[in-house]
């Protein structure tokens, strides 16, 4: 279904707006505006991103998939009893069929003590039977252990806590403490299992876990789960904050100069696992691929010459990646997820390069984790809590507080970081069962139209679910452009019952940057927290030649997420509308003459229950 | 002079606030509100931030000190037809006896082509006359070399210039340019002379220059500034952005468990100078240091245990500091500057360490450079650009466009970047000619104050001039506050002939970070442009113990330069209020009760021309 509007607009002249509510007693109503009054509140749970249906989350943890039941676990920090963080506190669960649906399971397991936590870990499926929890009653693909730290009385302490039915309940290790470094900032561990590359090495277990006010990633090995030895740090690395958390390594494929016919979301559940040294091509046949005849993207990566760097990745066909989060200190604001790209030789983590990296520009993206045991063994899946620090125990959503993010697969890419060079790059596709999530939902299409200033084009939805996808690809005439003069395309993503409410979306060509502006709600929290930032913006290099653009989004009520350049650039943001007020409506408009030219905007609203 | 109101204000419950711009008309609005009426625009050009009165500034360019008269020369990026960039672009001039006052020259030199640019570099004083430029009549105190960019038809290549009247007028070198690398992304060289270790070494000069695009800084040597030697690269290091620009390598002092006595605001003019690897102590006699008995900030840095790199840096008194900004691309949007510290041989920088660092996390700090020759040889004075190019063309000023930062003077310290670990740092101290500046001004001072929820504190100032320096100390009680109430002592810079328009400034005791928000203005370009950042924040550490922090600020017209922990952190950004429209009062307030303790907050207006 098209639906094309174009209105005229009565262009008011620049006009000074007076805020009225910006005198001393407004200022006074600023000190005193903490109630979460429900008439303050945004009632708009995201459908697609998961959160629990009640009380406080935060950390993803112990991401895994059941190759028996083929079914994908979630963990996560967990304070049930109230949408704040909280003791004890414990790690909930859900269980989902395609990433796409989730169904909540409550409480996994907790803390012995009322005033503990089980803060974040991992969770792994001990096939072999190392840690000798199983027997034979114990199916092979279901031996479940949870690796996680205990945090109580001024200690941190790394715990081993068991399953024997699939995930749903666990019994903790009776010889507790696993490791104990007599430290209270020792936490989140993330275990995987490093066979090596030698054909006759009998593997092990790696553990990656943070000391956190010392900037350092302990590495740790064993063979059983249980006893630990100390084979490296990689400290102080990058950008440090205040802290670091959530180490966690990771075997990346390479992917280089591939079409990702299929992208953005690609195919999971492709049969038999891709090669790691050859190029990786998505499937477009699975039932949760992206469906190309919908909203084709068809973009090529660019045919540049390699960096010296990659040459050793195009020979082994992946590369290491080391992700840390880091809480606060940020110069966007509080917390953030760095990454670095390197090599590991079951002992050690060696960068490549000496170039620090942001993974996702925007406000709401922390403490990634990836999952153990994708059905494709190459596919590197992850989530991450789409909050911040700064503001997550106080954004106006009630009884729940916080989501995650979508589940992403990454690859590593290099990139055009600007016209002569290429980079390396953590490459994001968003996962969903799109297919299911577009059947009974509605197109919207634009194709080919030059904006000029007199006049705006308007997609209009129908019976708005405030969920939808959009892909946008733009070109830009950069002839003749003034740089005194704000030069933008806009989208101005409205809502339905209340169109004081908008998010800003849009592209400036002087600074060749992409912005977004999550400040127009009604919402005391959007208009009064001074650490939710309301304006991002993120540099967007061109896709393939030097003046066609483009971004792709999914929208969720009340989270943005956006790949720009096929997924080398990230941002991912919450924002908070009145209850009920979905978008309903996209306006695209341009303050100048024949400088942009949309090539095509195609949406998909999604049908959810 | 002490004036303390406390005045009960009515407390208004959290409302929605409504804004009733947000609908579509008022979107269309935004579309053309780029136009510059003059009731759009701020004409609150700063006093002691040098501004040229008519056109548009950028980097800053060529500083030196002429130890024969006394002054200190910049100059900058300079297009003087237009409050905009545009070519032919020039280098603008100004001279100061105090780094306070600045008198205005005009242009210095330009491009011999209308459609080129005289784009960045720097001035060295050729005192041995290595390039053959001067003869005995030309003080060798005075013998002036400017190294700059034309950049021109698609080249950028190095240039000399050089005068023969002390840096007022230039002859461009007749064998230019010097360097050609045949690119055009090859600029912004900053020379200075390395006399080596060795006492018997020649010396020479070196360049660092960014191939800005390749991520590189190429390190040349001289021996008569005509004839370079490509030595090394520093290259993709640290955070990339989307182009390094205006690098520059320093030397500078190493101070360890120093008490500022005079801090902020260093002796810039003490006699004699600092034997590099003694402990820097700042004079209080000089007429332009801090003047301790009015503002007395006696902080003392910790006596925490170094970390093993300082060890180097304890012996040898000093590190060579790498300074490289890059635009865009930062995650707080658009330019930014980072730096690196370690060590320098001559020919090749080795960063100590591989941790990123940000200097000054704010929005308008780009540009970075040093003066060369400074009388006091330890003393590493800089200047940078306090915009940001994202929007730097379009902030609404008239007929100027941008101001410099203050000077600054740099040391290495450690600091306590959490409370289990102390990271060198490049310190940040304000130099202005403070002595001058209190004298005919008025103080304000609160002590001793505990905050509480239902009243709050104003410091009114006696006829506002728009300029004045606040210092804060504060104690937190952390005990009993929740996580899901916004726990904020926040300060109120509130306009004077319109209170709509402030600056809110503070504290929030659950995240432990300090925030900005400079968008409360009735300007349209604040409401309305999505680069302005309204909404900024750092995380501010204890600068002694767990409980007290401080804050010191100089706020001039239109722009604020904020120094936490005694300058370890600084945060720098502009902000624009109605044309006259000073800021006349500090509110002091919290929205909970015993949370917070002033200490005190001591406020000097300066009387200014």
């Known amino acids: 279904m098209l639906k094309l509007l174009s209105l005229m607009v009565p262009l008011a002249s620049a006009a000074v707006i007076h ?4 005198n001393i007693s407004a200022i006074a109503s600023e000190w005193n505006s903490t109630s979460n009054s429900s008439s303050s509140l945004s009632l708009n ?12 989350m935060n950390d993803p943890n112990g991401l895994w998939y059941d190759a028996k039941e083929e079914d994908w676990h979630i963990y996560y920090q967990y304070y049930p009893d109230a949408p704040h963080w909280g003791l004890p506190l414990t790690w909930g669960h859900a269980v989902s069929k395609d990433l796409t649906v989730w169904d909540e399971q409550g409480v996994a397991f907790g803390p012995e003590f009322e005033t503990a936590g089980a803060f974040s870990g991992s969770m792994v499926i001990d096939y072999n039977n190392t840690s000798g929890f199983f027997n034979s009653s114990t199916d092979p693909r279901q031996r479940v252990v949870a690796i996680w730290t205990l945090d109580y009385s001024g200690s941190e302490t790394q715990q081993l806590s068991y399953s024997h039915d699939g995930g749903y309940t666990f019994t903790e290790y009776s010889d507790n403490p696993v490791l104990d470094i007599d430290s209270d900032a020792f936490r989140d561990p993330k275990v995987f299992w490093y066979q090596g590359e030698d054909s006759e090495s009998e593997g092990n277990w790696v553990m990656t876990v943070a000391e956190a006010d010392r900037f350092s990633v302990l590495i740790y090995s064993s063979p059983d789960l249980k006893n630990w030895t100390l084979e490296s740090n990689f400290s102080r690395e990058g950008y440090l904050g205040y802290n670091y958390e959530c180490p966690g390594l990771v075997k990346v494929p390479y992917v280089k100069n591939t079409t990702y016919a299929s992208a953005p979301g690609s195919n999971i559940t492709s049969s038999g696992p891709l090669h790691p040294n050859s190029t990786v091509s998505f499937s477009n046949s699975s039932s949760i691929a992206w469906n190309a005849s919908s909203v084709p993207l068809n973009i090529t990566l660019s045919n540049s010459t390699l960096v010296d760097e990659t040459s050793q990745l195009e020979e082994v066909g992946y590369a290491w990646v080391m992700i840390v989060s880091f809480n606060p200190g940020s110069i966007l604001g509080g917390s953030g997820t760095e990454y670095f790209i390197g090599d590991f030789n079951g002992t050690h983590f060696e960068p490549l ?15 990634l984790q990836t999952f153990f045991n994708t059905p494709n063994e190459v596919d590197v899946l ?4 789409a909050s911040n620090w700064q503001y997550a125990n106080q954004v106006p959503t009630d009884p729940w507080r916080s989501s995650m993010s979508l589940v992403r697969n990454f690859t590593i890419t290099e990139y055009n970081i600007n016209s002569n060079t290429t980079a390396l790059v953590l490459n994001s596709q968003p996962v969903l069962d799109f297919t299911s999530l577009r059947k009974n939902g509605t197109s919207y299409t634009l194709e080919n139209l030059t904006l000029n200033s007199s006049s705006h084009e308007v997609l209009e939805f129908e019976d708005p679910t405030g969920v939808f996808e959009f892909s946008l690809e733009y070109s830009v005439n950069f002839t003749g452009i003034h740089n005194w003069v704000f030069t933008d395309l806009s989208l101005y993503f409205q809502g339905d019952k209340d169109s004081d409410e908008y998010l800003r979306l849009g592209y400036e060509a002087n600074s060749k940057q992409f912005f977004l502006d999550r400040g127009h709600s009604n919402i005391p929290f959007v208009q009064e927290n001074p650490f939710f930032t309301q304006r991002l913006s993120v540099s967007n290099p061109p896709s393939s030649n030097s003046s ?13 997420e956006l790949y ?21 409506s996209i306006i695209v408009k341009s303050g ?4 942009y030219e949309i090539e095509s905007l195609k949406v998909n609203q999604f049908y959810v229950d």
Chains 1, 2 share one sequence.
Do not use: M
Not at 45 to 56: F, I, K
């Open 19 to 22: 805020r009225r509510d910006a």
């Open 45 to 56: 749970r995201p459908a697609v991103h998961y959160s629990p249906e009640e009380g406080w």
């Open 353 to 367: 390069d000496k170039q620090t990296r942001f993974l996702d520009l925007g406000k709401d993206y922390y403490a």
């Open 382 to 385: 992850g989530i991450a809590w």
């Open 548 to 560: 066609t653009f483009d971004v792709y989004g999914i929208v969720d009520r009340n989270i943005i």
């Open 564 to 584: 720009f350049n096929n997924g080398t650039v990230t941002s991912t943001n919450t924002f908070f509308f009145s209850t009920g007020n979905n978008i309903g």
């Open 592 to 595: 100048v003459d024949d400088v």
